[in-house]
């Protein structure tokens, strides 16, 4: 009885001195899943006081893609949490280290085809406008975080060459996204993670997290197998099929099944 005892003394300080954090927006949703595409569940007050159980990659907010898991089961961005730090401060959700992908070595950039592939078909806008389903973006396909794309650096209206760094500014988040969302099964090319890259830019962190494709390259399935069979579905935008997207995949699907003798993950070479 008295080890009892003072394991649940232990267990009991234990919780009550388990680490919290105060949401800082003033309604913030908790969502059933990494992005805002998810369903609310909850929401959390200014100031509220919530526990981590652990972080993962999903919609970015402001420039910010992480997402913590809180006790209550739900995902708030972590960008209305005050943490202290500009990254993780747990665990991730998935079982993994904070670190990215299962290596911490996986090209943090994409190849020049895959660059011109996104540019290609995200197109060029010099000064914010609103894209094919309203969302307003500038230069290739950068979405706006702030009203009239404040947290752009760059002078609008944007040339050619700026929307180009913009562009490389942008395409690390998403690979970053997608490598922390893949477990070492996988072994990717340096065309084949660009194609990944330009996908998981299109659709968005948090659908490429909740994918099919993900679930079965994490399961082993053959990458060219997936990448044929997957990515086609991915052709809707506002819920109607958009000819743009059709012809996207296929170019992507092109891109991942070119020969290249350099991976890119779960090791850049």
Known sequence: MKLLSIAVIALASATSFAKTYPITGNTVNCRSGPGTSYSSKKSYKKGTQVTISCQTSGTSVSGNSIWDKTSDGCYVADYYVKT????YVTKKCDGGSSGGSPSGGYCKRINTAGVNLVAQWEGFVASPKPDPIGLPTVGYGHLCQKKNCAEVKYKFPLSKATGKKLLGDDLPKYSKCLAGYLNS???LNQNQWAALTSWVFNVGCGNAQSSTLVKRLNKGDSPNTVA?????????AGGKVMQGLVNRRKAEIKLFKTA???QAYPKCQ
Not at 84 to 87: E, M
Request: hydrophobic share 20%; proline share 11%; no cysteine.
């Open 185 to 187: 099964k996988p072994k």
């Open 84 to 87: 202290g730090v500009n990254g």
């Open 228 to 236: 044929a069979q997957e990515l086609p579905k991915w052709r809707k």
């Open 260 to 262: 290249s003798s350099k």
